[in-house]
């Protein structure tokens, strides 16, 4: 992939390194079981911004539960900084339009479209087939939602990361003792 450079000037902490050099690299299938406060959401709202732009698709940001999207991405304001983690990672000059508040969904300039959404409804999301999607707080997500999505990730060459605290010997658990 060609490099990005989004004007947010964000750069991972040398501890998320790791995670941010695989994605970037072309990883297609991501782990990354972390600590509270590690910045887990914050690499993949960032990744998902470079990715978007390098390839035109739909990316998801999923949370285990619909209810859970509003407060814990949508509205969530960087203590540090102050401004929303979505202006932080999707920036007015990468966007077309306003962001749809309603739908949790942003367009990007180049035709990408990033939303907001929860593995619990992985039923209702048909039709519009993504190439990046984030499993936030995978240990606590319906793990048939991966089971679901995969085959239209693996048609389309997309990526999946899942990105969570430990949660005990679970499917978080199988997946990254796969990984």
Known sequence: MPEVTIPNNWIPRPDQRGLWDYLEGGGKRAV???????????IAL???????????????HMLPQQNQCRKAIWQAINPRTGLRRID????????????NETEMLIHLVNGSIWQVTGSDAYNALVGSPPIGIVFSEYALSDPRSWAYLSPIL???????A?????????????IYDYA
């Open 46 to 60: 960032h990744y998902t911004a470079t990715a978007a732009l390098q390839r035109v698709g739909n990316y998801w």
């Open 88 to 99: 932080e990672a999707f920036p007015p000059a990468i966007r077309k339009g306003k962001a």
């Open 32 to 42: 990354e079981v972390a600590h509270r406060r590690y910045g887990k959401d914050d």
């Open 162 to 174: 899942f990105i969570s605290t430990s949660r005990g010997n679970n499917h978080l658990k199988q």
């Open 154 to 160: 693996e048609e389309n060459g997309g990526w999946a």
